[in-house]
């Protein structure tokens, strides 16, 4: 007797076929219906080289972001991978503040890390966090999440690795503002935001207790998020949501009680975006009484109180409930240490070469927020540059010949590109052309000698960018590592990067280059402000339809597909939860 | 801009038309449906006397089945509930053990206790724990459950009643078997159960270390149950299912290393059920290989080990990873104390009469698992039970004069309807003859005397029962002390209940009668236990089927409803989650 088996094949089906997973539909009892269309998943081909010697040993530390799209896309079956996180888990944290407030559940955002590598590559897991990495002995550090023994003695162990992928990702920034540590909460981990959800309903019962004085009341109703960027706006926009649209009707007294209030140290909030999403996210929590305190930095916390400067240098402080401290990135203690060994020590984060190999050492790379990304300079190589480009060694640089290396130079200094469109520049040519006038010759030359380039090129470098410390840059970086992992022995031998200006030869891949797909930030009221490539901006309720479209469909699985769907739907219907669970 | 109107407006007439709630019809993406149909809420007019003066104040002491069921069936707006308990939720318990491993999440199980009651009841809810009943001041003392000032310490206060309703339950017994309390899980909130699905992931997680001795991974993934009732077996079947279905899946090393026992002190498991039912049990846990040790008392854990003595003597030993400790309630701390000031010390749970109020206490009511209801026996009210019967006082009872008050005996003693049921006889008169021919009279005679009657009775109250400490009987308990509130004015008027044997006139209620709908005991590998009314005993998938419908039904909301169909329906399609948060 098997009653289930259409529910098994078609579960089946869903393991067997991720092809699937370009259309999502889903219906609903109410015959409500959202169709997705998730992005088609680019499939490299595996050239998995057999060696028929042993495997090489990748060991992956975390599991956030960039370790699970490394982990997803490695898909050569010649490393065997070790992956090593606290978490067994990978977190779609951009849905961590809609946990906070239960209009999505913690474990539809969260996936088995397990369940994440690809059946043809050897991979185990280990629950362990890694303390010191030595890359002399070429081994990681561990100790055990729980205590293994009786005594809650945490297991340490070492591992050792051919190549190590280092994914920790950061840990919350306090700036060593006193009272921060203690007293606040921060969202970067599921935990987290389960947390804050108990917490905020916790306040709710406390101020509905007998015999306590109005302002106390007032003082734990009062939440406090302290930085306006994405996760600190759409946390106070969801707190605001959730509080007007399901608390009050169960806590009817605390509705003129509650107060949510946003500092942040800058003039506006998300800073990051453009200047007409910021103004209306201003204007929206003024609306909606979200007080919103700019250019207010805050320099102690206690128990109950939150103090915070003015830039005139005037210091309030408040009496508050919660708060949620949403500022920034720090680097881990792990990474650190590691930094010191490297000669490192004086960075915020690890530096790379544009491979995502960390600077100085051999088999390791960083990714995500732990890492950044150390753009050569083109007035650092300028020399070598012309050197390269002048073949006939004639002193002298021909448009010509600057031509025939200018896709390598191009793919090698990304900053050149950017800077000839920051300045309506169509190609090299023009940038000759503009050497030229600014050296007084009215006739465009043909040729420029190493000064003349130099003078031409010397605005470059002011174009480097540092990429965000985003989950999209750290997702990116993720896929991009495993396929230069899945083709390493090929390009070994057919390299297909730009050639080397310091050295002979090409390199092995194309250096790592990140697309910004566009950002959105959710501004509570079913309104969304999206900004896209191309400094597209929409706003509102469209664009909550997009969000609604694009975070369903970048969903690493099936199963937390449908139950993110389905934790939205419950939402419309009944409200969110606020049982203290 | 209102995109939401069509789910906005069906969740509007959800909200306010539960009569909706008669069929439940949900249909899945898969096409699959579930059509269960849930008891027919009966409806009882209201009758809210509004007596211009003061509301009577109505405090109820807890939010499990017992106390949500008053709550929910309390209809007349003349009093004002003010409710008190650590949880300002209600959880759905039979599904407790579903949450341990994540058939159904923790959440779905759960509503907001300020839901439940009915709008036209003044309710009010305190998140706090009652330390302390004074039936003299007719006050209950109460603490919080979060400390409220910057120490944590927490706030006490104390609240006063008019009318208390006592429905705390009971918590786990240990009996008090050394290291129990420290070393074992119990199952008996919701946090429980969070807990052991947290503990068996980290289980798992333990044995993949490095470094360990095979015989410490076969103790960390050793699953102890203890008790083999109803909970204790369901748990062990929904483990079994957990680990073979999916977690082999993900760690398919700890496939030979695990290892589930049951320990059962009695000779076999689910005595309460038919022989059938406990037979099948046996036979399927031996096929899945679950160990049940019948006969073994638990003497000593440490936190390595457990120690079980046979019936034989013999201690033996056994190293273990987690222990589920379920067997059986006992007494709460203030439960005891209260008992202690009204001279019932030396019970197991309050004593109250059959309309559920506290013996010996005014106003004090008491149901659910803290509670046992105390029968009054036929052979103590012997005396006045002739006397009301012998209307002409004539020292001898007729056949006729018994009838007349025999409707009334019979809801006061329904030991004597049971007494008759069991012997075979069809009525009073089969009784009377019965004793005639004990008498040694052959001849039917048509009066008896006291003492006649006395031994005619002698044997009835051999047939009174306790109540199973079951969700089933608090939420009659409650249904039923609801509509007693509901009707307090109206029946004071015109008494409903029967003659009062020792005093004049009619008591106010019929008193409490509890009706067995039936029980299940889900036995893993969509295998359910059914025993219903009339000893119909049903095993298999159909009777799982039947437990789906019926747990879907019996859900308190529309919300916990569809929430918990969809997690059934999301477990067939992807399994469990096995991330550990």
Tied chains: 1, 2.
């Excluded at 930085?227 to 959730?242: I, K, M, N, Q, Y």
């Excluded at 939205?568 to 409200?575: A, K, N, P, V, Y």
């Amino acid at each position: 007797m098997k009653p289930f088996t259409f529910f098994e094949r078609f579960s089946k089906a869903l393991r067997d076929h991720p092809s699937l997973s370009r259309i999502l539909v889903v219906s609903t009892i109410s015959g409500g219906g959202l169709i997705a269309y998730s992005e088609a998943n680019v499939s490299y081909s595996s050239n998995g080289v057999e060696t028929g010697t042993r495997k090489k040993k990748v060991v992956l530390l975390g599991t956030g972001w960039a370790g699970a799209s490394f982990l997803k896309d490695l898909s050569n079956s010649s490393y065997e991978v070790q992956v090593i996180s606290p978490r067994n888990y990978f977190a779609f944290t951009p849905l961590l503040p809609s946990v906070t407030c239960g209009t999505v559940e913690a474990r539809s955002v969260v996936e088995p890390i397990r369940n994440m590598g690809r059946k043809n590559v050897e991979m185990s897991f280990l629950e362990a966090e890694c303390f010191k990495i030595d890359p002399g002995k070429k081994k990681v550090y561990c100790r055990s999440k729980q205590g293994v023994d009786s005594k809650g003695k945490k297991q340490e162990f070492d591992v050792d690795y051919d190549y190590l992928v280092i994914a920790t990702g950061a840990q919350s920034n306090t700036f060593n503002i006193p009272g921060v540590e203690e007293n606040c909460h921060f969202l970067k981990e599921v935990e987290d935001a389960q947390r804050i959800r108990r917490t905020v309903i916790d306040s709710f019962e406390k101020a509905s207790l007998p015999d306590l004085k109005e302002e106390e009341r007032k003082r734990m109703l009062h939440f406090v998020v302290v930085g306006g960027g994405p996760t600190g706006v759409e946390f106070a926009a969801e707190l605001h949501d959730f509080v007007t649209e399901d608390l009050v009707k169960l806590y009817p007294k605390a509705k003129n009680l509650v107060q949510i209030t946003l500092l942040e140290a800058a003039d506006h909030i998300l800073t990051m975006f453009d200047k007409r999403i910021t103004e209306f996210a201003e204007e929206k929590f003024g609306r909606d009484g979200v007080d919103v305190k700019l250019g207010s930095m805050v320099v102690k916390v206690n128990d109950k109180e939150i103090s915070a400067k003015t830039k005139g240098g005037e210091v309030s402080t408040i009496p508050y409930g919660m708060i949620v401290w949403s500022t920034g990135v720090g680097t881990r203690p792990v990474i650190k240490d590691f930094m010191k060994q490297i000669g490192q020590g004086n960075r915020r984060a690890l530096a790379t070469n544009e491979w995502l190999r960390v600077e100085g050492c051999d088999n390791i790379y960083a990714l995500g927020d732990c890492a950044t990304i150390n753009q050569r300079k083109v007035m650092e190589d300028i020399a070598n540059i012309f050197k390269k480009a002048d073949k006939d060694k004639s002193g002298t640089l021909t448009v010509k010949q600057f031509q025939e290396v200018m896709d390598d130079i191009f793919v090698r200094y990304p900053q050149i590109e950017l800077y000839l469109k920051s300045k309506g520049m169509r190609g090299i040519a023009d940038l000759l052309k503009q050497a030229n006038t600014e050296n007084g010759s009215s006739k465009a030359k043909e040729e420029l000698n190493i000064e003349e380039l130099k003078s031409a090129l010397s605005q470059v470098d002011s174009q480097v960018k540092f990429l965000p410390a985003t989950g999209q840059v750290a997702a990116q970086q993720g896929t991009y590592l495993a396929k230069c992992f899945d083709r390493m022995e090929e390009c070994e031998k057919n390299p297909e990067g730009p050639i080397r200006i310091r050295g002979e030869g090409r390199h092995r891949f194309r250096p790592f280059r990140y697309r910004h797909l566009g950002q959105f930030a959710p501004l509570g009221g079913e309104q969304t402000a999206a900004q896209l490539p191309g400094d597209w901006v929409s706003i509102g309720h469209s664009s909550q339809w997009l969000w609604y479209s694009v975070y369903a469909s970048k969903q690493v699985s099936w199963r937390t597909r449908v139950l993110v769907v389905s934790d939205w739907m419950r939402r419309f219907i009944f409200g969110r939860d606020s049982s203290r669970i």
